[in-house]
C-alpha cells in the first residue's frame, strides 16, 4: 500500500514513523506547503514535493495521509483532495464533524474515492469505545476523562500571554471521580471535578515577582481554558522544560457504566484507556491502521465518506481473516 | 427484529432480559428441549414451544439466538438451523472456532441466510479489542486476565469430587502481574503468576476433618484446572454459599503494549476492561446488539458465517450514521 503524507508536522512525522512499522505499506511522497529544500524526512529515498505539484503524482499513491489541522486546514484540504485521492484525516472539531463529513461524501461519491475524516484516538478509538458500549448497554451512562496529558490548545493559550516565553500544560483526570465513576455511582460530575490543569511556565528574563503573580492569575482566570479548573501554575527555566517536558504524552479513560438483569439488578462497567508517551505517534498509528481499511473499502467499490463506525475490524490487520479468527478471536 | 430463543438457561434467560432493554427487539418465542409445560418465561405472552416445532415458526423469527453449551451443543445446533435462520452464538472453544466456523458457513451461505458465532465478550468484545489494538500497535505484546469471577468449569469440576455438596470457584487475576503489564515491563508470566484460584466448598454432612484435607488436596492437586495455580479452598456452609455467593460475576483485562515512534522509544498502553455483575447477563446484551447488525446484514445480502471482526460498529447501533456521528464521535 502506497502512502503520501500531505503536511509534514508533528503528525506527518508521525505517520512516517508508522509506516515504518507496518510491513505492506510504504511511503511513497511527503509534500509540503513550505519550500520542499527546506524539509528533510528520515526514510532513505523519499521526496518532499511542493503541495502544488500533488497532482503530478496521482497514480503513485494508494491512500493520501492529510495532517493539517482542524481549524482552518482540513475543512478545505480533506474535500480538495477527496476529488483526486483517496484520503484519511484526523479532523478533530467534534460540533463540526457533520458538515465535514457531508462536504467529504460529496467529494468521494463523485469522483469514486474512498475518504475517513476524524481518524485517531479521540476521535477515533475513543469514539468506537463509546459505540460499542452504548450498544451493548442501552441503559447506562457515559464518561470520558483525558490525561494526564499534554494539551496543546492549552499551551498555546499560555504562551500568548505577555511575559511567557515558554509553557506547558497538563490535564489530569481527578482520581476521585474515577473511582466513583468505577464504583457505577452515576455521579453528575462538574467540569472542576472532572479535571485538573497542571502549567509549567517559563518566564520572560527579568520578570519580578509582580509579573509572575499576573501571569498566574492571568492563566487561572483565562474563560473556557482554566476559569472552570482547579489550575497550578509553576514557574521553571527553559532548561528544566527542555529536558523533562519535551515530550507530548496523552491518554484517557472511555467508562460506561449500565445495567442488566429482569430488574436491572446488575451493575456493569466497560472501561477503555490509553497510555500514550507521544500522543502524535500514536494517532499517526491508528491512522495508518484505518488508511489500510481505506484502501481495501476502495478496491471493493465502497466510495465516499467514512468514519471509524463504518469500518469492519477485520480491515484494519494485516492478517487473513482465517488467521484472525484462529488467533485473536 | 424479532428475536426468537432456543434454551432456556442463564443464557436464555439473559437475553429474554436484554432483548426487553432494546426497544426495536420483540421476543416472539423460547424453544426448549425439555417438555414445554415445564419451562416459564418471564416476559407477558410468550410461548415455550418444542425444538421439534421450530420450523413452525419460521416467518415469526428474524434471528434465532442459539443458547446451547459449546461442548456438544453449538457444533450441531448452529449449522443445523443456519439452514433455516438467522442465527447467532456465543461458541467458545477457542482451539475449534475454526472447523466451526467452517460448518456454519457452508450452511448458511447455502441457505442465504447470516450467521455470526463466537458472540459475547470472552470471545466477543474482547476479542475486538485485542485486534484492534494489534492493528494500531503492531510491534507490542498482548495479555489477557480473567476476573474476578465464577468459572463454571472449576466450579462444576470441584463438585464432582467425592464428598463435595456444591462449590463455587472465583478465577482472580493477579495484581502485581497486572501492574508489570501496565509498566512496559514485557514480563513473560507463567499461569501461576497470572491467576490465582478461590474455592468455596460445602462438603457433606458429616465430613470429618480427614475429609476435608482430602477434598481440599482433592482440589488443588487437579491436573489443568488447579495444579498449576496458587488455590485456596474455603469450607463454608450450603447457606453461606447461597447468601454469598449466588451470582455469577466476571470480567476481565485485556491489555497491549507496545512501541511507536522512529527508533520505537515511545511506550503505549491500551487496556480493556470489564466489571459484571452477572456473566450470561452481559454476554446476552452483547448478543442482542450483535443480533441486530445480523438482521440487517442479512437484509443487505450479506450471507454466510461472521464474527465481531466482519461487523461495521455502527451497524449495532439502534442510532441512525448521523446520529452515532454527531453524539458519539
Not at 497550578?232 to 472511555?254: A, M, S, W, Y
Request: proline residues 4%; negative net charge; glycine residues 6%.
Amino acid at each position: 500500500m502506497k502512502i503520501a503524507i500531505l503536511g509534514y508536522g508533528n503528525l506527518g512525522k508521525g505517520i512516517e514513523c508508522a509506516v515504518k512499522q507496518n510491513s505492506d505499506c510504504e511511503l511513497t511522497a511527503v509534500f509540503t506547503r513550505r519550500d520542499p529544500s527546506t524539509v528533510k524526512v528520515m526514510t532513505p529515498g523519499v521526496k518532499v514535493y511542493s503541495v502544488d505539484d500533488i497532482l503530478n503524482h496521482k497514480d503513485e499513491i494508494d491512500v493520501l495521509v492529510i495532517c493539517g489541522g482542524s481549524a482552518t486546514d482540513l475543512p478545505k484540504q480533506t474535500p480538495e483532495y477527496a476529488k483526486y485521492f483517496n484520503v484519511i484525516d484526523s479532523f478533530d472539531t467534534h460540533a463540526k464533524i457533520p458538515e465535514h463529513f457531508a462536504n467529504v461524501d460529496d467529494a468521494a461519491v463523485k469522483s469514486q474515492h474512498t475518504a475517513l475524516i476524524s481518524c485517531g484516538w479521540d476521535p477515533g478509538l475513543f469514539s468506537l469505545n463509546r459505540l460499542y458500549a452504548n450498544c451493548v448497554l442501552p441503559e447506562g451512562k457515559d464518561y470520558t476523562f483525558w490525561g494526564k496529558g499534554v494539551s496543546q490548545g492549552h499551551s498555546d493559550a499560555i504562551r500568548r500571554i505577555k511575559g511567557v516565553k515558554d509553557a506547558r500544560q497538563y490535564t489530569v483526570p481527578v482520581e476521585d471521580a474515577l473511582k466513583k465513576v468505577r464504583a457505577c455511582e452515576n455521579p453528575e460530575l462538574t467540569t472542576r471535578e472532572k479535571h485538573t490543569r497542571e502549567c509549567f511556565v517559563v518566564a520572560e528574563e527579568g520578570a519580578t515577582k509582580e509579573d509572575l503573580a499576573r501571569i498566574e492569575n492571568e492563566i487561572k482566570t483565562m474563560p473556557n481554558y482554566f476559569a472552570d479548573y482547579d489550575t497550578t501554575v509553576n514557574f521553571i527555566t527553559q532548561e528544566e522544560l527542555d529536558r523533562n517536558h519535551k515530550e507530548i504524552p496523552h491518554g484517557g479513560f472511555v467508562i460506561r457504566t449500565g445495567k442488566t438483569g429482569w430488574d436491572r439488578q446488575y451493575n456493569n462497567v466497560i472501561e477503555y484507556s490509553l497510555k500514550l508517551d507521544s500522543n502524535p505517534a500514536f494517532t499517526s498509528s491508528v491512522i495508518v491502521a484505518y488508511a489500510r481499511a481505506v484502501y481495501r473499502m476502495n478496491q471493493k467499490g465502497d466510495f465516499g465518506c467514512k468514519t471509524v463506525f463504518d469500518v469492519p475490524p477485520a480491515m484494519l490487520s494485516m492478517m487473513s481473516a482465517e488467521e484472525i479468527r484462529a488467533h485473536l478471536l
